[in-house]
């Protein structure tokens, strides 16, 4: 039961930092919704994301996860967007997103987690480039280095919530020192707080020595490539300025036609106008589409049968009834020979006074008594105790084999 309860706090664990740093993600996409904003969207959803980790890390160790949980925490993690300015259909389309990541992450159909520093990195770039082609006739110099302060930030956080989840897990186990994981922690962290500060303040001095360094190295060559090249690109300007002016010209003509004097205050006109608005609406429901469409094939595969079930939910009515299948049990002589040789294992090493504790796992038994790491036996152990996988005549003698050599070995010295 200790060990069930360990695995169980570990995937609940994994499951909401996942949560979070899927949700740093899109931090990027709040630096083009500022205006008009209160608060800054950027630094309030990176706040939220980690209050809504919290939330499922302690709320799932006491309740199942269910369709309705997942809906109310992904409203309360957009609706404050609302309040602060956000447009309602963006609103929407965090609600949307932070749903989809909750139903991944703690719902049946488990999914693999997404490689946050490799994204995380993509999506800086991305977005900073995007960012310079919208304001390419603006100062975006503001905006572009406060891309840089989110991205060494998001990465910071990151590392700070790895450790956390590492430390809690190790706080179960018995064979891990915090005190060796905090030391690592301290040396990446200082690592990552000499980048970022290398980075802000040092980045803008060091690529205008590059460019000196570059100007003074090889002027003379740039320059003489300039000469050469220089007729070249004004035949170019000069064949594209005469089209340009050709093609005004033309637009320029004017269209002849016959008015109706008599209709010109009766009649009136309206052009088709593709607002900003229904482009946001078409998005929405694209990705409503594509999210739906991801949770229905997802829901079809077929569940494997050593899949983890500890939070399951139920997202539709009655579903028909289905025939259970029936665990066939071994009940072989290999079996009872494995069971007979570990409880004499284990009154030998009790009169040994080298006694399994308890709660302790066998794995850990054998790791705190230095016996070895031996797979095959744990396997072996696992299937008798478990009883549900059939065990070869092979596999008993070995571990009965086994149990005898750590008998001799250890058992005698201790008697």
Avoid: C
């Avoid at 040994?352 to 705190?368: A, D, I, M, N």
Wanted: glycine share 8%; proline share 2%; net charge positive.
């Amino acid at each position: 039961m200790a060990q069930e309860g360990t695995e169980r706090n570990r995937i609940r664990l994994i499951s909401s930092e996942r949560t979070v740093l899927e949700l740093f993600l899109i931090v990027y996409l709040f630096l083009f919704l500022t205006n008009g904003s209160s608060v800054d969207s950027h630094y309030l959803w990176l706040i939220l994301s980690m209050g809504i980790g919290s939330i499922t890390y302690l709320l799932f160790s006491k309740m199942e996860y269910s369709l309705g949980i997942g809906i109310l925490l992904a409203a309360l993690l957009a609706m404050p967007f609302y309040f602060n300015g956000i447009p309602l259909v963006v609103v929407f389309m965090l609600f949307v997103y932070s749903f989809w990541r909750l139903q991944v992450n703690f719902g049946e159909t488990k999914a693999n987690g997404w490689p946050y520093l490799v994204l995380n990195t993509v999506f800086f770039a991305f977005f900073y480039f995007i960012l310079k082609l919208f304001f390419v006739n603006a100062n975006a110099d503001v905006l572009m280095n406060l891309q840089v302060v989110l991205y060494l930030m998001t990465t910071v956080i990151y590392f700070i919530i790895r450790f956390i989840v590492i430390g809690l897990i190790g706080l179960h186990l018995r064979n891990f020192n915090l005190g060796d994981a905090g030391k690592m922690f301290a040396t990446i962290l200082g690592l990552g707080v000499i980048t970022f500060l290398a980075v802000y303040h040092l980045l803008h001095p060091v690529r205008l020595v590059i460019i000196v360094t570059a100007g003074f190295l090889f002027g003379g060559l740039f320059m003489l490539i300039g000469k050469g090249i220089t007729p070249l690109i004004d035949w170019f300007i000069a064949r594209f300025d005469a089209a340009r002016e050709k093609l005004i010209e033309e637009t320029e003509k004017p269209e002849y036609t016959v008015i109706d004097f008599n209709m010109v205050d009766d009649i009136k006109v309206f052009g088709g106008v593709f607002l900003k608005i229904e482009l946001v609406l078409m998005l929405g429901i694209f990705i409503i589409a594509l999210v739906a469409f991801i949770l229905i094939a997802k829901r079809r595969k077929t569940h494997l049968s050593g899949k983890d079930t500890d939070h399951t939910f139920r997202s539709g009515g009655r579903q028909k009834n289905k025939k259970k299948k029936e665990l066939v049990y071994d009940y072989s002589e290999s079996v009872d020979a494995v069971r007979t040789a570990y409880r004499e294992f284990e009154q030998e090493a009790q009169s040994s006074k080298v006694p399994r504790l308890k709660g302790e796992t066998v794995k850990e038994w054998f790791f705190r008594m230095d016996w070895g790491q031996n797979d095959a036996l744990f396997n072996t152990y696992d299937k008798v105790r478990y009883g549900s996988h059939k065990v070869s005549v092979k596999e008993g003698n070995h571990f009965i084999e086994e149990l005898d050599k750590i008998k001799n070995k250890y058992f005698a010295n201790n008697v």
